[in-house]
């Protein structure tokens, strides 16, 4: 303080005094607000359908906000990754927050600074193949920072939007009907079923193991071996399908352990999968390939697609492999728009995309196989395995009347409920099957009554097809789903 009370700063500089409503004085303070925008994380680069563009990190001691622009002519998915280095290689050591652009919204977010460092990852996400033409993003940094939202009501208040919403999937929400109520959606099991004692059971599940691998059962658990035989094949499949339904997802869940890490020339997988032999043809599934682990989709006639580990876009992070002998839940929801695979609950990845399999009638698959004339003994474990309807089991059926003849009733999975018989002079087939032969569900002889033989409930899933053979004039009419 100088002889005349004022206050200098080291270099001399008067510090001022500010008086307020009271007249009383306050000394002046003032934040110097520097904002840093980043050329690391800035692209106006296009990207081809499923491309991505990945900045380098940039430095945020000093920094208290991170603020995010996007805007592209395709859907894009943007994430902001945190982390405690530079290269960002340790996928438990990264907090990533991520939104999803449409094309032509332009976007924005603003992020509070939690790690010593950050990056921009963004990936074109359209549905239809297409490239953007436009995109540009970019990032800021900044000292101070209001996280709250860019504008209020329109009668001046602070908007607030409270939701029940999912911690694994942030974008699902509870649904309130237009009753008030709430929507929920009841879980059936549909295919799969527990491993108890030692003997197989042949009506729940089919073997179609190949060159001597082999698949036994003992104390609640299957064993699935390739054993010692050049190429061999365990398989093990539900041997019903589990029926889709629109309007209900289908949840896929196993208990299985890996046994051993991934080994060169074996191949082991679970989901719910349809395929002949080594060939997979429909479905959604987890795979150990060598040493490589994935998830995959499947459409038959097309080639699988598959997303490795280090491109895992979950909550668990870019990269997950399974630790030998260890029991793993593994769970794959699936729907004609969107699949979403889970290990002990924790998101493992997430995909928005339609017609990821010719059909979502599926079963219960799970395969050990040796590849290259490989000889080793590989093992792969379950304890339990099954599809279910997260939905009503029950949809409204619709009927039909046939006086004789052959005819098909539904082409895929469905319900049996009854069977109503006009006449006693045939006799009545009914085959799970789009052809008349293969399984049959019943075999009515109408012939052996004097009267009509009237109703008779079912209640019975067929899995491929209804198939109705009649002879002679009876006439039915048959009740199904």
Same mark, same amino acid.
């Given at each position: 303080?100088?002889? %005349?009370?004022?206050?200098?700063?080291?270099? *001399?500089?008067?510090?001022?005094? @500010?008086?307020?409503?009271?007249?009383?004085?306050?000394?002046?303070?003032?934040?110097?607000?520097?904002?840093?925008?980043?050329?690391?994380?800035?692209?106006? @680069?296009?990207?081809?359908?499923?491309?991505?563009?990945? +900045?380098?990190?940039?430095? !945020?001691?000093?920094?208290? *906000?991170?603020?995010?622009?996007?805007?592209?002519?395709?859907?894009?998915?943007?994430?902001?990754?945190?982390?405690?280095?530079?290269?960002?290689?340790?996928? /438990?050591?990264?907090?990533?927050?991520?939104?999803?652009?449409?094309? $032509?919204?332009?976007?924005?977010?603003?992020?509070?600074?939690?790690?010593?460092?950050?990056?921009?990852?963004?990936?074109?996400?359209?549905?239809? *193949?297409?490239?953007?033409?436009?995109?540009?993003?970019?990032?800021?940094?900044?000292?101070?920072?209001?996280?709250?939202?860019?504008?209020?009501?329109?009668?001046?208040?602070?908007?607030?939007?409270?939701?029940?919403? +999912?911690?694994?999937?942030?974008? &699902?929400?509870?649904?309130?009907?237009?009753?008030? #109520?709430?929507?929920?959606?009841?879980?059936?099991?549909? =295919?799969?079923? @527990?491993? *108890?004692?030692? =003997?197989?059971?042949?009506?729940?599940?089919?073997?179609?193991?190949?060159?001597?691998?082999?698949?036994?059962?003992?104390?609640?658990?299957?064993?699935?071996?390739?054993?010692?035989?050049?190429?061999?094949?365990?398989?093990?499949?539900?041997? $019903?399908?589990?029926?889709?339904?629109?309007?209900?997802?289908?949840?896929?869940?196993?208990? =299985?352990?890996?046994?051993?890490?991934?080994?060169?020339?074996?191949?082991?997988? =679970?989901?719910?999968?349809? /395929?002949?032999?080594?060939?997979?043809?429909?479905?959604?599934?987890?795979?150990?390939?060598?040493?490589?682990?994935?998830?995959? !989709?499947? &459409?038959? +006639?097309?080639?699988?697609?598959?997303?490795?580990?280090?491109?895992?876009?979950?909550?668990?992070?870019?990269? %997950?492999?399974?630790?030998?002998? !260890?029991?793993?839940?593994?769970?794959?929801?699936?729907?004609?728009? /969107?699949?979403?695979?889970?290990?002990?609950?924790?998101?493992?990845?997430?995909?928005?995309?339609?017609?990821?399999? $010719?059909?979502?009638?599926?079963?219960?698959?799970? #395969?050990?196989? $040796?590849?290259?004339?490989?000889?080793?003994?590989?093992?792969?474990?379950?304890?339990?395995?099954?599809?279910?309807?997260?939905? #009503?089991?029950?949809?409204?059926?619709?009927?039909?009347?046939?006086?004789?003849?052959?005819?098909?009733?539904?082409?895929?999975?469905?319900?049996?409920?009854?069977?109503?018989?006009?006449?006693?002079?045939?006799?009545?087939?009914?085959?799970?099957?789009?052809? @008349?032969?293969?399984?049959?569900?019943?075999?009515?002889?109408?012939?052996?009554?004097?009267?009509?033989?009237? /109703?008779?409930?079912?209640?019975?899933?067929?899995?491929?097809?209804?198939?109705?053979?009649?002879?002679?004039?009876?006439?039915?009419?048959?009740?199904?789903?």
């Amino acid at each position: 303080m100088s002889l %005349f009370g004022v206050i200098r700063d080291v270099d *001399g500089n008067p510090i001022h005094a @500010a008086q307020d409503a009271d007249g009383d004085y306050h000394l002046c303070t003032a934040a110097i607000q520097e904002i840093i925008t980043s050329t690391n994380n800035f692209t106006t @680069a296009n990207l081809a359908s499923g491309a991505s563009f990945t +900045g380098s990190a940039d430095e !945020t001691l000093g920094i208290n *906000g991170i603020q995010v622009y996007h805007a592209a002519d395709q859907d894009c998915t943007v994430y902001l990754d945190q982390g405690i280095d530079n290269t960002f290689a340790s996928s /438990s050591q990264t907090i990533t927050d991520s939104f999803i652009c449409l094309a $032509n919204e332009p976007c924005s977010r603003t992020y509070t600074s939690v790690s010593p460092y950050y990056r921009i990852r963004v990936v074109n996400i359209d549905l239809d *193949g297409e490239a953007t033409t436009k995109l540009v993003t970019a990032t800021g940094m900044t000292p101070i920072i209001n996280t709250l939202p860019r504008s209020l009501s329109p009668q001046g208040n602070l908007q607030v939007v409270a939701s029940l919403r +999912g911690d694994e999937n942030y974008d &699902r929400h509870a649904w309130i009907n237009p009753t008030s #109520e709430l929507a929920v959606s009841p879980v059936y099991r549909m =295919v799969g079923t @527990a491993f *108890g004692g030692v =003997v197989k059971d042949p009506n729940f599940w089919t073997d179609d193991s190949l060159r001597d691998g082999t698949v036994t059962q003992d104390g609640g658990e299957i064993e699935l071996n390739t054993n010692t035989t050049a190429n061999g094949q365990a398989k093990y499949t539900t041997v $019903n399908k589990a029926r889709f339904v629109a309007g209900s997802a289908q949840l896929f869940t196993a208990a =299985v352990n890996f046994v051993t890490t991934g080994s060169i020339d074996n191949i082991r997988r =679970v989901g719910a999968y349809t /395929s002949t032999g080594s060939v997979v043809e429909d479905g959604f599934f987890f795979e150990l390939s060598g040493s490589t682990f994935s998830i995959a !989709t499947k &459409r038959s +006639g097309s080639a699988a697609v598959k997303v490795d580990s280090g491109d895992f876009n979950g909550n668990i992070g870019q990269n %997950f492999v399974p630790v030998a002998d !260890t029991y793993y839940k593994l769970s794959v929801e699936f729907t004609p728009l /969107s699949a979403f695979w889970y290990v002990d609950d924790s998101l493992l990845h997430k995909i928005k995309a339609a017609h990821k399999s $010719n059909t979502l009638t599926l079963p219960v698959t799970l #395969e050990n196989e $040796n590849v290259n004339d490989s000889v080793a003994p590989i093992g792969f474990d379950c304890v339990g395995a099954y599809i279910a309807r997260q939905g #009503e089991i029950t949809t409204n059926p619709i009927s039909k009347y046939i006086l004789t003849g052959t005819e098909v009733l539904k082409y895929g999975a469905g319900v049996l409920r009854r069977i109503i018989v006009s006449d006693n002079i045939g006799g009545v087939i009914i085959y799970d099957n789009t052809v @008349a032969g293969g399984k049959i569900i019943t075999d009515l002889d109408t012939s052996q009554g004097t009267e009509p033989l009237g /109703s008779v409930e079912f209640d019975i899933p067929f899995s491929d097809g209804l198939t109705i053979v009649i002879t002679d004039d009876v006439g039915v009419t048959v009740v199904y789903e």
